[in-house]
């Protein structure tokens, strides 16, 4: 099989990846976060103090407080949670669904081809920032409602990745014996084509996961996150923005979070590609 | 190649079709004694039918400058004649009589006299074509015009609210000329009044330009021109007032407000509102019709901290139902911040607190939904996870719902059976000043309670006492018997407490110094109307 690489080169890539061990550093130090942030924070992420607003950092608030004044180091911790498991939830959804179109469309060909791909090639139109806003907009203000917009803007790229990577595939000999040999075809694209495009899938779906922090955020930030009080840091951002010129800190903690967050969802994915791709080589 | 000339010229005359209109603009603009002015909400129609000016109050503001009507209100919101010389209320409150001024024209020449009056009177009456404030209008029964400078309205019942009526923003007198040349339809996009400003360019949305009118009744305006222009952000609005980019600026989010207080070029001016903010208690919820309960609800929020730490003091708490500037108002008690006799209260009603620190009765949690609009009412989410938190001090759960402020009102506007919400946040504006108007929308009893409320009564309020004393407020001959029933309706409502009262917030607007006599009234419109450059 192409996609299986030399021995040497692949124990080289894996112990000299700096992107993968960076990447996932970061996102496992998220996770743990993601876990056990609640109980780190100092405080209560929704307790207000009114006769403490909009004060910066200082040694009682390490980040500073808020318009209402909650503790925003707090909030950030809390909020991981949200962050990560909305993006990781999304994807691994858009995955499945994402799986399921392309490669029936992309094995059976012929009309049901010419059907999903319409189907496809029609939602691909509609930038999906635009699409995430229309479905989160007619599912509401949630994390659930964050993670089906999410999952049905990544669903049309996936599906037409996957889909042209089986039709590859399906031209393959060892396809061509499995039919010879009288497998079904369900079999055969389940056991023989799927697995080989594995590598494809999981590399692109790291990457989408970057992509689904900044999603879940903008939508957040646009009035359409969880819904008040929790600490979602696109929501937080959002919040943040009329005092931007006032109080700046507000803006900074949600915003390098989310942008460590992408930084490390991007780095591991990239470090996934060089691990699998031996076409990178250098 | 044919083809390809087509195209290219196609675009040349595109693009040169164009062109003149942005020139012209901004020939207008360079000119000296021009005004602009940065509004929050863009203009989209101009005429006082057909759902009013809009958007609101960009709108409005504008109608103010393009429009005269028979009577105005001044800066305290006291009624004083402009196209009328004088007005008589009869004994009964069924007929006022109108002594127009003379030699008043509109911008297109045509005379401003009793009959084009009458027009505009019977266009307002009109269900069909004066779709909004129908509150104003519906008491008017007809219109007589005994000679060319009187004019006679008479109401089906005593309605002391007429003269609030006239000088109402929909009061606005249109040319009737211009109504017949661009047809009910096209009014709204080609305004013709007899206002100190007359309309030079308008794009819906955008901007609009206004010119004086040389042939207004009151003389030469303050300005050459007046531009409205639509800037959405509020940080926009403010750089664009401190680069002097705009003369003008209107809601100034409080926070922002110390920025521009530093500045010596501009000048900040506040005035408190006519809305007051709350939280309307659904009182259909068998919990939340007893007042105990409700009172408890408005003894544990921190109303005044709200005003003074979140709104930087420029919100005030309020001591009535009505704001301090509606017209009738009575102080009638001062919102008290005590979570021990809140905690009283509910235990009073048989409230005790659960394991989790939520009081329970028979086993129920006192949780509530509370729903809030985002970006319709000054910091409402804010303010609302205050509530929730205040709330949960005494042990009372708030869930809050935010919802995107285009859906809000069908949300609080619902048939009793689809009622989600137990507290729902809201603000009345009373556009015409008036305090019986603004307690009779809010607070007089629903001709059906189980269908949508007949005005903004969402909350199912039916105190008899109170639409007894509305009635009266409205109908009783003395002025100072109309007065003394608002004033106990007031004292009612606000003992009764169907609403979680929260803030009166304040309008703030800023200038450049360069222009002076801008106000800002108490209902929220920014007045350029005595306005110089």
């Not at chain 1, 109980?39 to 992420?45: E, G, S, T, V």
């Not at chain 2, 028979?70 to 919101?77: E, I, K, N, V, Y």
């Not at chain 2, 305090?435 to 105190?463: E, Q």
Request: proline content about 6%; glycine content about 8%.
């Amino acid at each position: 099989m192409a996609d299986i690489p030399a021995a040497a080169p692949r124990r080289f890539r894996r112990t000299h990846n700096v992107y993968l061990w960076f990447g996932s550093s970061l996102l496992g130090f998220f996770i743990f976060l993601a876990i056990f942030g609640p109980m780190l924070a100092p405080y209560d992420p929704t307790e207000q103090d009114l006769f403490a607003l909009l004060e910066g950092p200082s040694a009682t608030h390490w980040l500073g407080t808020d318009n209402i004044g909650r503790d925003i180091f707090s909030r950030i911790l809390a909020g991981t949670g949200y962050t990560v498991s909305i993006a990781l939830s999304s994807v691994l959804l858009a995955g499945i669904g994402g799986v399921a179109l392309g490669s029936v469309a992309g094995y059976f060909g012929g009309k049901v081809d010419r059907v999903l791909s319409g189907i496809i090639d029609l939602l691909l139109t509609v930038p999906n920032i635009v699409l995430a806003i229309a479905i989160a907009s007619v599912a509401g203000s949630s994390a659930m409602g964050l993670t089906i917009a999410i999952t049905a803007s990544f669903i049309p790229p996936l599906a037409r990745l996957v889909r042209s990577k089986v039709i590859e595939l399906k031209e393959e000999d060892f396809v061509a014996a499995s039919v010879t040999i009288g497998m079904s075809h369900w079999r055969i694209l389940l056991h023989h084509v799927l697995p080989n495009a594995l590598t494809v899938i999981i590399i692109e779906l790291s990457l989408n996961a970057g992509q689904a922090v900044l999603i879940g955020s903008a939508l957040g930030f646009l009035g359409l996150g969880v819904q008040p009080p929790a600490p979602e840091w696109g929501t937080m951002l959002g919040a943040s923005r009329e005092f931007l010129t006032v109080a700046p800190h507000l803006i900074m903690a949600p915003g390098i979070a989310i942008s460590l967050l992408v930084l490390a969802f991007n780095t591991f994915g990239d470090g996934l590609r060089d691990f699998f791709d031996p076409n990178l080589e250098k | 190649m044919q083809r390809r000339q087509f195209l290219t010229a196609a675009a040349g005359a595109a693009a040169l079709a164009a062109l003149p209109a942005t020139t012209l603009r901004a020939f207008a603009q360079s000119g000296s004694g021009t005004i602009t002015y940065g509004q929050s909400t863009s203009i989209l129609t101009l005429d006082p039918a057909h759902g009013a000016f809009t958007g609101y109050p960009g709108g409005y503001e504008a109608a103010l400058l393009l429009f005269d009507r028979l009577l105005d209100f001044d800066a305290d919101m006291k009624i004083v004649p402009q196209l009328a010389q004088s007005y008589e209320m009869s004994e009964d409150l069924q007929t006022c009589t109108i002594s127009l001024r003379s030699g008043v024209t509109f911008h297109d020449g045509t005379p401003l006299d009793a009959a084009a009056v009458k027009f505009n009177i019977e266009r307002m009456m009109n269900k069909d074509i004066n779709t909004t404030n129908r509150p104003l209008w519906d008491p008017i029964s007809g219109v007589e015009t005994p000679d060319d400078t009187t004019v006679v309205i008479t109401t089906s019942a005593p309605f002391a609210q007429l003269p609030n009526t006239l000088a109402h923003g929909s009061g606005a007198i249109v040319s009737p000329a211009a109504i017949e040349k661009f047809g009910e339809d096209g009014f709204a996009q080609n305004p013709v009044g007899a206002g100190p400003y007359e309309l030079e360019a308008f794009s819906p949305g955008q901007e609009l330009t206004l010119k004086a009118f040389a042939g207004y009744w009151g003389g030469k305006p303050g300005a050459d021109r007046i531009v409205f222009k639509f800037i959405a952000e509020p940080a926009t609005r403010i750089s664009a007032l401190t680069t002097g980019a705009v003369d003008i600026i209107d809601s100034v989010p409080v926070q922002l407000v110390s920025q521009l207080a530093g500045n010596a070029d501009i000048e900040v001016i506040n005035r408190p509102g006519l809305r007051p903010i709350g939280l309307i208690i659904n009182l259909t919820r068998p919990t939340l019709s007893e007042v105990k309960v409700r009172q408890a609800l408005n003894l544990a929020v921190p109303v005044v901290t709200i005003a003074e730490k979140v709104f930087f003091g420029y919100a005030q708490a309020p001591d009535s139902p009505l704001a301090f500037d509606a017209i009738g108002h009575k102080s009638v008690g001062e919102l008290v911040y005590d979570q021990e006799k809140a905690k009283a209260l509910l235990a009073e009603a048989g409230y005790a607190p659960g394991a989790d620190g939520i009081v329970e009765k028979d086993g129920a949690r006192l949780s509530l939904a509370l729903y809030v609009p985002e970006g319709l009412f000054p910091g409402d989410v804010a303010v609302a996870e205050i509530v929730s938190g205040a709330l949960k001090q005494i042990g009372v759960e708030a869930v809050i719902t935010k919802i995107e402020k285009g859906a809000y009102w069908d949300y609080l506007r619902q048939d009793k059976a689809s009622m989600v919400w137990d507290l729902a946040m809201f603000g009345f504006n009373p556009s015409n000043a008036s305090g019986t108007y603004h307690l009779a929308s809010l607070f007089k009893s629903n001709a059906d309670d189980n269908g949508k409320p007949d005005v903004w009564n969402a909350g199912r309020y039916n105190n008899p006492r109170v639409d007894e004393l509305l009635n009266l407020a409205d109908t009783a001959p003395a002025e100072a018997d109309r007065l003394a029933a608002l004033g106990e309706a007031q004292d009612i409502i606000w003992a009764d407490a169907p609403h979680v009262w929260l803030q009166v917030n304040e309008n703030v607007s800023a200038a450049r110094k360069s222009v002076s006599g801008v106000a800002v009234m108490p209902i929220v419109f920014t007045t350029l109307r005595d306005a110089k450059i």
